[in-house]
């Protein structure tokens, strides 16, 4: 039996996927016309499954140290296009052919910003399907009114339509983390033309959530979102857990001048 000679670094978020179900889960929906791309490979436990269904995968690891093993996993896969470099860093506009789907278990300390940017930038991706921590894939999917809701939902929902496809047990990986993760599933978005005007109206509502939405925002515009947020249906006094994704988009645009 191969025993692997990699061993998970806490210092870079691994926890390894050694359950072929859970691998086949977090594939769902790949065929053949997909370019993937894998954040993390690890050992490749997911990333054979992807070989197997796929027409290409773009894998990119940061850790030199398990690549003997994930090319060990693919064994006779050449279907699989291996790029050393950090997620946080690196140039997604550069792949050949360019991916449309992402699929993976994401490292845990590099998720949410990742995702994010994944977003924001790489444009091919039209949806985005990936394991995280549950309570990262909660703040990801929340709804407004909700402890989890946050800028991060916000943003994340502009983007794309987000939702907590499947529960998972800290038993499939190695080490086994302290808490359980999920399945994310994205499904991209246009986005919105003032998107960058939408982030920074939202990054100041949030600001903090105890104060009244307008308060968290440049003194210059306070009286003018009072009556923006009038003609959108709320209150002066509403906070910014209250307001939708699209509300965000109304009120940013009412502000700037433009028609909602």
């Known amino acids: 039996m191969y025993r692997p000679e990699s061993r998970p670094k806490k210092r870079l978020g691994q926890h390894f996927l050694v359950d072929p179900n859970t691998a086949r889960v977090v594939a ?3 065929v053949e016309d997909d370019v993937v791309l894998e954040v993390g490979p690890g050992r490749g436990a997911l990333t054979s ?8 995968v773009h894998a990119v690891e ?3 140290d398990v690549l003997p093993d994930l090319r060990k996993a693919l064994g006779p896969h050449k279907n699989v296009l291996i790029h050393e470099g950090d997620a946080l860093t690196f140039d997604y506009d550069a792949l050949e052919p360019q991916p449309n789907k992402l699929v993976a278990n994401l490292p845990y300390n590099v998720a949410s910003p990742l995702v994010l940017r994944l977003l ?16 990262v894939a909660r703040r990801m999917a929340a709804e407004r009114r909700t402890k989890d809701y946050g800028t991060y939902a916000v943003l994340a929902q502009l983007l794309a339509e987000v939702r907590v496809a499947h529960k998972v047990s800290p038993l499939v990986f190695e080490p086994p983390p302290r808490v359980w993760s999920a399945v994310v599933a994205m499904e991209r978005r246009g986005s919105p033309v003032d998107y960058d005007r939408v ?3 939202v990054l100041a509502a949030f600001k903090s959530r105890r104060k009244r939405l307008v308060n968290n925002l440049p003194k210059p515009v ?3 979102a009072q009556d923006a947020l009038r003609s959108l249906g709320y209150g002066p006094d509403a906070r ?3 307001l939708r994704p699209i509300d965000f988009l109304a009120l940013a645009r009412k502000l700037s001048g433009r028609p909602a």
């Open 28 to 30: 769902r929906g790949v």
């Open 49 to 56: 499954v992807l070989a197997e269904r796929a027409g290409l």
């Open 62 to 64: 940061l850790d030199p």
């Open 120 to 135: 924001e930038e790489a444009k091919s991706l039209t949806e985005l399907r990936f394991m995280v921590q549950l309570e």
């Open 199 to 201: 982030k920074e109206l």
């Open 222 to 224: 306070r009286e003018d």
């Open 240 to 242: 910014a857990e209250e």
